[in-house]
T-cell receptor, first 114, second 115 residues
Framework: DVKVTQSSRYLVKRTGEKVFLECVQD?????MFWYRQDPGLGLRLIYF???????EKGDIPEGYSVSREKKERFSLILESASTNQTSMYLC?????????????FGEGSWLTVV | DQQVKQNSPSLSVQEGRISILNCDYT??????FLWYKKYPAEGPTFLIS?????DKNEDGRFTVFLNKSAKHLSLHIVPSQPGDSAVYFC??????????????FGTGTRLQVTL
């Protein structure tokens, strides 16, 4: 079974704080992702990484940065949290198989910025 | 620009009947499609997928149909069970565009299976 573990399930942070969301996967997958889920907007890709130290912007990267120093770990950083970043954050990992790419998600981290 | 669309935000179906969830896409480069199921406060779980070389894929009670000419796919759940009540997301990717690892998701359809 693929295991994607997000270190914090529920966080409450103040506006302007620096926030780290950590994610670890145990399947040696090349690709890792950070999504956020908001009602009516589905899952939107923030950043993804296809290799250690490699990263690419997703659809909504503004206000976020990422770090991937080791293959199994992918961190999402909010440099200065704002209330519009209150959301559910989902980490995922995948490899691209012969027919396509299947992403496996973690349990999610609920972030509230007050 | 919503490249993957789920136009029905919610669907209610009686237990034992068929649930049909629909998804449309606009990007003709998409060639791999997936359905995910999500319960509240949990991450989405992979349900079933289909490659563009097929028009149907079946796994137990779940069947996904792909109509490439219409850029439409659907998920059929037969028979529907109360435990199927969740939000279902459609997703798509394009393997040969250099963004093979990236999935684009729809906005989700909330399925409620009633007794």
């Amino acid at each position: 079974d693929v295991k994607v573990t997000q270190s914090s399930r529920y966080l409450v942070k103040r506006t302007g704080e620096k926030v780290f969301l950590e994610c670890v996967q145990d399947m040696d997958h090349e690709n890792m992702f950070w999504y956020r889920q908001d009602p009516g907007l589905g899952l939107r890709l923030i950043y993804f990484s296809y290799d250690v130290k490699m990263k690419e912007k997703g659809d909504i990267p503004e206000g976020y940065s990422v770090s991937r120093e080791k293959k199994e770990r992918f961190s999402l950083i909010l440099e200065s949290a704002s209330t519009n970043q209150t959301s559910m954050y989902l980490c995922a990992s995948s490899f691209v198989g012969p027919t396509g790419n299947t992403i496996y998600f973690g349990e999610g981290s609920w972030l509230t910025v007050v | 620009d919503q490249q993957v669309k789920q136009n029905s935000p919610s669907l209610s179906v009686q237990e034992g009947r068929i649930s049909i969830l629909n998804c449309d896409y606009t990007n003709s480069m998409f060639d791999y499609f997936l359905w995910y199921k999500k319960y509240p406060a949990e991450g989405p779980t992979f349900l079933i997928s289909i490659s563009s070389i097929k028009d149907k894929n079946e796994d137990g009670r779940f069947t996904v149909f792909l109509n490439k000419s219409a850029k439409h796919l659907s998920l059929h759940i037969v028979p529907s069970q109360p435990g199927d009540s969740a939000v279902y997301f459609c997703a798509a990717s394009a393997r040969n565009t250099g963004t093979a690892s990236k999935l684009t998701f729809g906005t989700g359809t909330r399925l409620q299976v009633t007794l």
